[in-house]
């Protein structure tokens, strides 16, 4: 029986000269750089509970968690469960005030406060608000939405002095369509940049965003009806990464009452198309989109020739 250590021996010697071979000169190690951007998507569904979270994207900055977009019912789970810090995220942007897509936000905001024991800001950026007129229904501002839950005769007024002091710094974003639109730069910071334009959902004042960092950029076109398309084109041009909510096929196939709300699939290409977007990601899945794949990509591809992802719960992706 061969000692042991001079079997160890042998093997050194043997590995020794087989790296010598092998492996170029004492190459150092690359310095792994987190990704300028990244995309989590924290809910892929809509409104209905049919197994996915509803509308929340998580964006990663450098590698840290800093920029929620929407807040959907779910999402709070979805987040805990990919264990990255809440701690960091202290932006939040709302594409409009829709229950499917605002649901968890004070969960969200304890889970934080919580998670953080110390004084708190947030940044709450979102659409400002109409009266009711008609058949178009009443929605408040983001701040009178804030001030409703966070407010000191708000729901959760306790909230702000729970675990730490909160304060929420609130932005409401002008959601009127206009001619001649151009999207604005609604925050800039250390080579970090959000801008942000009009949308349109119908009756819902909605705004469309996109985030720029290292020359990387995600746009959010939120849930969106033809008449926003022409807005999300010129802030999604040329971006990296354009997340697009897709809940219809092509007409006739959905109620007509559904494309008042949302854009087909087509529509959502020729936008793509149009603005070279790099990279196109399906989200707000609804069961028509989700289980008519092929023919919402065909419908994606008579004007889009890129990657096309449909989105997944949990689904990381770099721009
Ligand atoms: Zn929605």
């Given at each position: 029986?061969?000692?042991?250590?001079?079997?160890?021996?042998?093997?050194?010697?043997?590995?020794?000269?087989?790296?010598?071979?092998?492996?170029?000169?004492?190459?150092?190690?690359?310095?792994?750089?987190?990704?300028?951007?990244?995309?989590?998507?924290?809910?892929?569904?809509?409104?209905?509970?049919?197994?996915?979270?509803?509308?929340?994207?998580?964006?990663?900055?450098?590698?840290?968690?800093?920029?929620?977009?929407?807040?959907?019912?779910?999402?709070?789970?979805?987040?805990?469960e990919t264990g990255l810090p809440l701690a960091p995220i202290g932006i939040q942007l709302l594409t409009h005030l829709h229950a499917d897509h605002v649901g968890d936000l004070p969960g969200l905001v304890k889970a934080r406060a919580v998670a953080t024991h110390a004084p708190?800001?947030?940044?709450?950026?979102?659409?400002?608000?109409?009266?009711?007129?008609?058949e178009i229904a009443y929605f408040p501002s983001t701040s009178r939405f804030v001030?409703?839950?966070?407010?000191?005769?708000?729901?959760?007024?306790?909230?702000?002095?729970?675990?730490?002091?909160?304060?929420?710094?609130?932005?409401?974003?002008?959601?009127?369509?206009?001619?001649r639109q151009e999207p604005t730069i609604i925050y800039s910071k250390e080579?970090?940049?959000?801008?942000?334009?009009?949308?349109?959902?119908?009756?819902?004042?909605?705004i469309?965003?996109?985030?720029?960092?290292?020359?990387?950029?995600?746009?959010?076109?939120?849930d969106i009806d033809p008449d926003g398309l022409d807005n999300l084109r010129k802030i999604a041009m040329d971006t990296s990464l354009l997340v697009v909510n897709s809940a219809v096929l092509d007409p006739p196939k959905a109620p007509p009452i559904l494309y008042t709300l949302h854009s087909p699939p087509t529509a959502l290409g020729r936008v793509a198309g149009d603005s070279k977007a790099l990279s196109l990601v399906l989200a707000h899945l609804s069961p028509a989109t989700d289980q008519n794949r092929d023919e919402v990509e065909k419908s994606i591809r008579a004007h889009?020739?890129?990657?096309?992802?449909f989105a997944e719960d949990k689904l990381r992706l770099l721009p």
């Open positions: 029986m061969v000692p042991r250590r001079h079997v160890s021996r042998h093997m050194m010697a043997a590995t020794g000269l087989l790296m010598a071979l092998v492996a170029p000169a004492f190459s150092e190690p690359a310095e792994t750089k987190p990704p300028a951007l990244e995309l989590v998507v924290l809910g892929s569904g809509g409104p209905g509970a049919l197994g996915r979270a509803a509308s929340c994207h998580l964006v990663l900055v450098d590698g840290t968690p800093r920029i929620m977009v929407d807040a959907g019912p779910g999402c709070f789970v979805r987040l805990g708190t800001r947030f940044e709450i950026f979102g659409p400002d608000g109409h009266g009711r007129q008609g001030e409703l839950l966070f407010g000191t005769k708000g729901a959760f007024a306790y909230l702000p002095d729970f675990a730490g002091r909160l304060t929420f710094d609130v932005k409401d974003l002008a959601a009127a369509l206009l001619p080579g970090l940049a959000i801008t942000a334009i009009a949308g349109h959902h119908r009756d819902a004042p909605s469309i965003y996109r985030i720029d960092h290292s020359g990387k950029s995600i746009t959010f076109s939120g889009y020739a890129g990657p096309v992802t």
